[in-house]
C-alpha cells in the first residue's frame, strides 16, 4: 500500500502523523510510504531524516492526496484540502466527529473510508492505539509547567537564611490521564496537591501518587467506558459549591474535566474567580469544548480585574510537537497494523479493499464514513442535531 503524510495546516498545529521512526517500520513491512516536504519541520523532524528512513519526500499536498491509498494525519482535513480528497482512500486521523459532526460529514461526501482514532474502545487489546490517553499525558504534564510559569512562584517549599517560602498549593479537576499526569508533575515540582474527580474509583490512583483527593458530596459521575459521565445542571451546582473553597486556596487550578461528544462541565464559576488571590492561575485544559471555568477565553490567556491568570490555550500536545508526534505516530501505526490484518489482509490496493469488517470493536467503533455516507451512528445523530 501506499501511505501519504501531508502537512499539518490547521493553524497552530504542529504534530506530524508519522515520525522517522515509524516510517522506517512502515517500509520493513513493504509498504510505500510519502511525506509532504516540510511535514515534520515543526517537530524538529526535516525532510533529511525521513528520507534516511525510506520515505519518498513529494512536493506539495496534491502530491500526497493523489497519491496515497492510505492518508494518515493528525487533525481532519481542512475545507481546502477536502477537493483533494479521493474515493476510497481509507484516512486515518482524530478528527473528533462528535465536537465537528459537520466535518465528518463533508469527508463523507467525499467518498473516503475515514476513522478517527479519537473514537477508539476502552478495551484492552486497544490501549496502544488509544491517541486520546497518549496525547492527554503530554496535556498534563506541560499543563502544569505552564501553571508554574504563569504563577511566577516557586513549587516547593525552600528554606532559606532569608526564611521560608511555603509550597505552592496545587488543585487538580479530573483525575483522568491528563490529571493524574498533572498530579505526578506538581508532585514532581514540590507542590502540594488536591486532586478532585467524580468518580470515586479514582481516589486510588490520586493517592498513590502523593495527592490529597477530595472527597466531596456529589453523587458517582462515573460513564460508560470508564470516562465521566454528563451531570445534571443541580449536579454541577452542587459540584461548584464544594469547590468553592479549595479554589480560593489554590495558587495554581489545572482543570481536565471533559465529557465524550459534549460540552465541558462548568466547575469554576465567575464567583470563584473572583475570590482567587491575586497571581493565581487557571490552567484550562478543556478548552476545546467551552471550559471547565466559565471565564476561559478558549484560545488566549486572559487576566480578570482580579489578577486572576486563565489560560485557555488549545491544541496543548502541539507545545510540545516531538514527544506528542512520537506518541501518536505509535498509536497510529499500532492501528494501522491491526487494520492491516483483520481487513486488509492480502489486497494489494485499497481499491480493492471490502466492506469494514463489523465483527472487530476497533475498526467498527472507529469507522465514521463509508461508500459515500456516515456510518458512524452518534456522529450522524449529532451532525443531524446541527442542521
Same mark, same amino acid.
Given at each position: 500500500?501506499?501511505?501519504?503524510?501531508?502537512?499539518?495546516?490547521?493553524p497552530g498545529e504542529r504534530r506530524v502523523a508519522l515520525?522517522?521512526?515509524?516510517?522506517? $517500520?512502515?517500509?520493513?513491512?513493504?509498504?510505500?510510504?510519502?511525506?509532504?516536504?516540510?511535514?515534520?519541520?515543526?517537530?524538529?523532524?526535516?525532510?533529511?531524516?525521513?528520507?534516511?528512513?525510506?520515505?519518498?519526500?513529494?512536493?506539495?499536498?496534491?502530491?500526497?492526496?493523489?497519491?496515497?491509498?492510505?492518508?494518515?494525519?493528525?487533525?481532519?482535513?481542512?475545507?481546502?484540502?477536502?477537493?483533494?480528497?479521493?474515493?476510497?482512500?481509507?484516512?486515518?486521523?482524530?478528527?473528533?466527529?462528535?465536537?465537528?459532526?459537520?466535518?465528518?460529514?463533508?469527508?463523507?461526501?467525499?467518498?473516503?473510508?475515514?476513522?478517527?482514532?479519537?473514537?477508539?474502545?476502552?478495551?484492552?487489546?486497544? $490501549?496502544?492505539?488509544?491517541?486520546?490517553?497518549?496525547?492527554?499525558?503530554?496535556?498534563?504534564?506541560?499543563?502544569?509547567?505552564?501553571?508554574?510559569?504563569?504563577?511566577?512562584?516557586?513549587?516547593?517549599?525552600?528554606?532559606?537564611?532569608?526564611?521560608?517560602?511555603?509550597?505552592?498549593?496545587?488543585?487538580?479537576?479530573?483525575?483522568?490521564?491528563?490529571?493524574?499526569?498533572?498530579?505526578?508533575?506538581?508532585?514532581?515540582?514540590?507542590?502540594?496537591?488536591?486532586?478532585?474527580?467524580?468518580?470515586?474509583?479514582?481516589?486510588?490512583?490520586?493517592?498513590?501518587?502523593?495527592?490529597?483527593?477530595?472527597?466531596?458530596?456529589?453523587?458517582?459521575?462515573?460513564?460508560?467506558?470508564?470516562?465521566?459521565?454528563?451531570?445534571?445542571?443541580?449536579?454541577?451546582?452542587?459540584?461548584?459549591?464544594?469547590?468553592?473553597?479549595?479554589?480560593?486556596?489554590?495558587?495554581?487550578?489545572?482543570?481536565?474535566?471533559?465529557?465524550?461528544?459534549?460540552?465541558?462541565?462548568?466547575?469554576?464559576?465567575?464567583?470563584?474567580?473572583?475570590?482567587?488571590?491575586?497571581?493565581?492561575?487557571?490552567?484550562?485544559?478543556?478548552?476545546?469544548?467551552?471550559?471547565?471555568?466559565?471565564?476561559?477565553?478558549?484560545?488566549?490567556?486572559?487576566?480578570?480585574?482580579?489578577?486572576?491568570i486563565i489560560d485557555g490555550r488549545l491544541d496543548v500536545?502541539?507545545?510540545?510537537?516531538?514527544?506528542?508526534? $512520537?506518541?501518536?505516530?505509535?498509536?497510529?501505526?499500532?492501528?494501522?497494523?491491526?487494520?492491516? $490484518?483483520?481487513?486488509?489482509?492480502?489486497?494489494?490496493?485499497?481499491?480493492?479493499?471490502?466492506?469494514?469488517?463489523?465483527?472487530?470493536?476497533?475498526?467498527?467503533?472507529?469507522?465514521?464514513?463509508?461508500?459515500?455516507?456516515?456510518?458512524?451512528?452518534?456522529?450522524?445523530?449529532?451532525?443531524?442535531?446541527?442542521?
Amino acid at each position: 500500500m501506499y501511505i501519504g503524510v501531508p502537512r499539518e495546516r490547521k493553524p497552530g498545529e504542529r504534530r506530524v502523523a508519522l515520525v522517522p521512526e515509524t516510517v522506517a $517500520q512502515l517500509v520493513k513491512k513493504g509498504h510505500q510510504v510519502g511525506i509532504e516536504t516540510g511535514a515534520g519541520a515543526e517537530a524538529q523532524m526535516p525532510d533529511a531524516l525521513y528520507a534516511e528512513a525510506g520515505a519518498e519526500i513529494l512536493p506539495d499536498a496534491e502530491s500526497v492526496f493523489s497519491k496515497a491509498e492510505f492518508l494518515l494525519k493528525v487533525r481532519a482535513p481542512l475545507d481546502d484540502e477536502l477537493p483533494l480528497l479521493r474515493p476510497g482512500t481509507v484516512l486515518i486521523a482524530q478528527m473528533m466527529p462528535l465536537v465537528e459532526p459537520e466535518v465528518a460529514g463533508r469527508v463523507a461526501k467525499s467518498g473516503a473510508i475515514s476513522f478517527s482514532l479519537d473514537l477508539m474502545p476502552r478495551i484492552t487489546r486497544a $490501549q496502544s492505539m488509544d491517541v486520546l490517553s497518549a496525547m492527554s499525558t503530554v496535556a498534563g504534564y506541560r499543563a502544569v509547567l505552564q501553571g508554574a510559569l504563569l504563577a511566577e512562584r516557586f513549587f516547593p517549599m525552600l528554606m532559606t537564611a532569608a526564611g521560608t517560602i511555603p509550597p505552592a498549593k496545587v488543585l487538580v479537576l479530573g483525575a483522568g490521564v491528563a490529571g493524574l499526569q498533572a498530579i505526578a508533575t506538581a508532585r514532581r515540582l514540590g507542590g502540594v496537591v488536591q486532586a478532585f474527580d467524580v468518580r470515586p474509583a479514582s481516589r486510588e490512583q490520586v493517592e498513590s501518587l502523593g495527592a490529597s483527593f477530595l472527597s466531596l458530596p456529589v453523587q458517582d459521575g462515573e460513564g460508560e467506558g470508564g470516562y465521566a459521565r454528563a451531570m445534571a445542571e443541580d449536579e454541577e451546582e452542587r459540584e461548584r459549591q464544594a469547590l468553592a473553597e479549595p479554589v480560593r486556596k489554590a495558587d495554581v487550578v489545572i482543570s481536565t474535566a471533559m465529557v465524550p461528544g459534549r460540552r465541558a462541565p462548568v466547575l469554576v464559576s465567575r464567583e470563584m474567580v473572583d475570590s482567587m488571590h491575586p497571581g493565581a492561575v487557571i490552567v484550562d485544559l478543556a478548552g476545546e469544548t467551552g471550559g471547565n471555568c466559565a471565564l476561559t477565553q478558549p484560545g488566549d490567556v486572559v487576566v480578570t480585574e482580579g489578577g486572576v491568570i486563565i489560560d485557555g490555550r488549545l491544541d496543548v500536545p502541539s507545545t510540545m510537537p516531538l514527544p506528542a508526534s $512520537q506518541l501518536f505516530s505509535r498509536n497510529l501505526v499500532t492501528f494501522l497494523s491491526h487494520a492491516m $490484518q483483520v481487513w486488509v489482509g492480502e489486497t494489494q490496493r485499497a481499491a480493492e479493499l471490502g466492506p469494514v469488517p463489523e465483527d472487530d470493536e476497533i475498526l467498527r467503533s472507529t469507522c465514521v464514513s463509508a461508500g459515500g455516507e456516515l456510518v458512524h451512528k452518534a456522529t450522524r445523530e449529532r451532525l443531524a442535531a446541527a442542521l
